[in-house]
């Protein structure tokens, strides 16, 4: 079955400093994969998405992700982190064959440090 | 342009009262439809998800059930609630076509049961 592996439930980071948040996929195929932010007592907000073509793909507020199908990571990165970044971040897979159903991760909750 | 509504905000409900929560999208149509729950500390769940009116698929048999009366309205109801029903309830949608397509969160409901 698909599933979605986050490494750390917590990551701190300096204010400045990089931030990388991981996500390794189990797929037998090359899935379709999210990057979802969410902030405290709101929905979940689309921060980029990988489907076809280029494996890096930029999204908003800065962040960027690398889909690499040999590694079957789809990895967060941001070269600088901001105070106003502190949220709650899931990756989410959707197998290309059709499903409905999204796979979520269970959540990598950032922190930055002054 | 999309947008999704979720309603009410935050709830407080005693054990054994029935609950109605109510979602709904404009400016698309014959979306797919999905019910979730955060439990505190945790991931996504899914409830419920919808392909069009009147189809509901279940994914996790409990005392909540979901409708579609209308293209873009989706309910989660309750006959009898109970503690462990206490979470933060996010609804979204994605266009019907191609599993590429990620999916929009509304802002949530915060529910806690008495």
């Known amino acids: 079955a698909q599933s979605v592996t986050q490494l750390g439930s917590h990551v701190s980071v300096s204010e400045g400093a990089l931030v990388l948040l991981r996500c390794n996929y189990s797929s037998s195929v090359p899935p379709y994969l999210f990057w979802y932010v969410q902030y405290p007592n709101q929905g979940l907000q689309l921060l980029l998405k990988?489907?076809?073509?280029?494996?890096l793909v930029k999204g908003i507020n800065g962040f960027e992700a690398e889909f690499k199908k040999s590694e079957t990571s789809f990895h967060l990165t941001k070269p600088s982190a901001h105070m106003s970044d502190a949220a709650e971040y899931f990756c989410a897979v959707s197998e290309a064959s059709g499903t409905y159903k999204y796979i979520f991760g269970t959540g990598t909750r950032l922190k930055v440090l002054a | 342009s999309q947008t999704i509504h979720q309603w009410p905000a935050t709830l407080v409900q005693p054990v054994g009262s029935p609950l109605s929560l109510e979602c709904t999208v404009e400016g698309t149509s014959n979306p797919n439809l999905y019910w979730y729950r955060q439990a505190a500390g945790r991931g996504l769940q899914l409830l419920f998800y919808s392909v069009g009116i009147g189809q509901i698929s279940s994914e996790v048999p409990q005392n909540l059930s979901a409708s579609r009366p209308q293209d873009r309205q989706f309910i989660l109801s309750s006959k009898k609630l109970l503690l462990s029903d206490s979470g933060f309830y996010l609804c979204?949608?994605?266009?019907?076509?191609?599993?590429?397509?990620?999916?929009?969160f509304g802002d949530g409901t915060r529910l806690s049961i008495l």
């Open positions: 979204a949608w994605r266009r019907g076509q191609g599993s590429n397509q990620p999916q929009h």
């Open positions: 990988y489907t076809t073509g280029a494996t």
